[in-house]
T-cell receptor, first 112, second 113 residues
Framework: GNSVTQMEGPVTLSEEAFLTINCTYT??????LFWYVQYPGEGLQLLLK?????DKGSNKGFEATYRKETTSFHLEKGSVQVSDSAVYFC???????????FGRGTQLTVWP | DVKVTQSSRYLVKRTGEKVFLECVQD?????MFWYRQDPGLGLRLIYF???????EKGDIPEGYSVSREKKERFSLILESASTNQTSMYLC????????????FGSGTQLSVL
């Protein structure tokens, strides 16, 4: 079946630190992979996506590369800001049209 | 700007009450979803719908039902609310057979006392 495993949080960093949030997946076929972000008091919003192996998604300084050989889609940012404090969700879309499977989420807190 | 609107931000109900959570999208999307979000468990899919009057069970449909009479509106119904249904409920929509970009509402925090 389809599932997503994320590193457990919370993650606490100082401003300008390097961020990695690990995500691995199990899926049948060739899934598309996503990172969503949820800022306090808001719903989730799409951060970036990758639809095939070796694709790199990027947005707002965040990057993630679709690695089929390691079934991973780790989120990285070179220099985090206080405004990046949020919950980050890794997700995959399998064969069921439109349906996403989410990881448990990782809380990120960035201190000035 | 695209919008998914959930009728209430906070809701407090009593055990045994029938509860309606409403969701409206203004993007003419075919697909609509109800998730619940609990700390440490992430998002779990309750029900989804690919078209008017159509519905599919997600991973945790027990204790819930849904209604989609119009394309833009998707309602989640708790037939007899219980304390273990206290949670954040998120509605989302997406376009057709798209690549999976969901648009989410801001959520309804439901407390069942």
């Amino acid at each position: 079946g389809n599932s997503v495993t994320q590193m457990e949080g919370p993650v606490t960093l100082s401003e300008e630190a390097f961020l990695t949030i690990n995500c691995t997946y199990t899926a049948t076929g060739y899934p598309s992979l996503f990172w969503y972000v949820q800022y306090p008091g808001e719903g989730l919003q799409l951060l970036l996506k990758a639809t095939k192996a070796d694709d790199k998604g990027s947005n707002k300084g965040f990057e993630a590369t679709y690695r089929k050989e390691t079934t991973s889609f780790h989120l990285e940012k070179g220099s985090v800001q206080v405004s990046d404090s949020a919950v980050y969700f890794c997700a995959l879309r399998g064969s069921t049209l439109g349906r996403l499977y989410f990881g448990r989420g990782t809380q990120l807190t960035v201190w000035p | 700007d695209v919008k998914v609107t959930q009728s209430s931000r906070y809701l407090v109900k009593r055990t045994g009450e029938k509860v309606f959570l409403e969701c409206v999208q203004d993007m003419d999307h075919e697909n609509m979803f109800w998730y619940r979000q609990d700390p440490g468990l992430g998002l779990r899919l309750i029900y989804f719908s690919y078209d008017v009057k159509m519905k599919e069970k997600g991973d945790i449909p027990e204790g819930y039902s849904v209604s989609r009479e119009k394309k833009e509106r998707f309602s989640l119904i708790l037939e007899s609310a219980s304390t273990n249904q206290t949670s954040m409920y998120l509605c989302a929509s997406s376009q057709g057979q798209g690549w999976g970009k969901l648009f989410f509402g801001s959520g309804t925090q439901l407390s069942v006392l």
